[in-house]
């Protein structure tokens, strides 16, 4: 966990939160997300603690509950059925979600109570139903136990085509997200509340995804400096770094295609980390379809490591602060996101930025004011041009500067704070509201 940087705040000492997710381990959103509002929290005084299926937070504060994990097998087959979309639900479903959910209450109940839980923080067990039973479970304690919750959404079970065709609606509608006074509702952007609302009828508030910008990265230093040379790189090359998992929607494609146009300036395409829970069918997909357009692409996530060090084969392993320090341009081409860390990421360590428009980057990052190339549907040849010139242009060090200032003012530990100052007051009252 990242230490706080200041004296805890008066005002909340001893009080005890609780996160609750499918997994908070690695480097997911979800839980490098955890991290930074653990941060912060405990900057206020509060006592973070962290319950869910699988956990790498310290393990006095943690508590798992296997068949929380949305990859527990029979977690797995439950959600199969319940988003076959091919007829009514079978009863013995339904009587196997209910007797999980019990279960899971029972382990989650005891929990929060060892734990001494004030407030409850669910991190999307209540928005998207990778594990239906968690979300009725955690509904049920939370009323058993007269505990306020922030339920924290990053995705919702309607931006997911794999979960439009569902035998289980009446459970969406009670868990995902529940109606609940005693529960705060907090999404990540301005589209995802406008839907929010529409839906479920219900408030909730926004706030964006956020990096501590008080604090600015210490310089790069060896081994990190190795890391360009280890990846085939000459001291002029380009390096064109996409900080992003291997998944379609990522479109990586885009990023092929302009390092196809900047050959001429020996770049290289690096992509830091690898497929996950998609598959690598995408991944074959570019390495067919670089091969045919010439251009060099390295997958480096058999290299990225929380830590650096040194593989059996004499390969060093780099952190992800190092590929960013080492990276000439950042691409991030998504099609969609939900906000963008790899952009604030980008920003954080004052790197030049080509971003397609996604949606969410036109209504709440783009209005802000960054200097970044941009493109709507594809690269183009000003497009490309607008990349050479701003990568070749004296005023460079003043573009990474300005971006890190309206990051800072606009998506800082600050602003995330004085968000949850209000929110925890009022989830402390048990009954919240809304």
Known sequence: MTESRQAPSSEFQGTRVA???????????VSLEIEKWATVLERLGVECYYIAGECDRPAERSAVIEAAHFR???IMEMTAQAFRGDGGRPARLTDRIHARARLIRDELNQALQRFGIDAVIAENALTIPMNIPLGVALVWSLEELSLGCIAHHHDFYWERERYLDSVVDD?????????????QHVVINQMAAEEFSRRTGLYCRIIPNVMDF???????????????????MGENDWMVLQPTRVVARKGIEHSVELVRRLRHRGAK??????????????????????????????????????EEGVAEDGSRYFTLADFYQQADLVAYPSEYEGFGNAFLEAVYYRKPI????????RTDIEPCGFRVVTFDDFITRDTVGAVETMLESADLDEIVAHNYRIARRYFSYEVLEEELRPLLRRALMGRCGN
């Not at 009670?174 to 006074?181: I, N, Q, V």
């Not at 080509?354 to 980057?361: N, T």
């Open 72 to 74: 527990h097998p029979e």
């Open 171 to 183: 459970l969406l509608r009670y868990a995902f997200p529940p109606a609940l006074p005693r529960i």
């Open 214 to 232: 008080a604090h600015p990265p210490p310089p790069a230093v060896e081994p990190g400096g190795q890391l360009r040379s280890q990846l085939g």
């Open 19 to 29: 996160f609750v997710s499918t997994r908070i381990a690695g480097k997911d959103g």
């Open 354 to 361: 080509l971003c397609k428009r996604y949606a969410v980057f």
């Open 269 to 306: 395409l690096v992509i830091s980390h690898a497929s996950g829970d998609e598959g690598n069918a995408y991944a074959n997909f570019l390495g067919l379809f670089s091969g045919v357009m010439g251009v060099p692409m390295v997958f480096a996530d058999r290299w990225l490591r929380d």
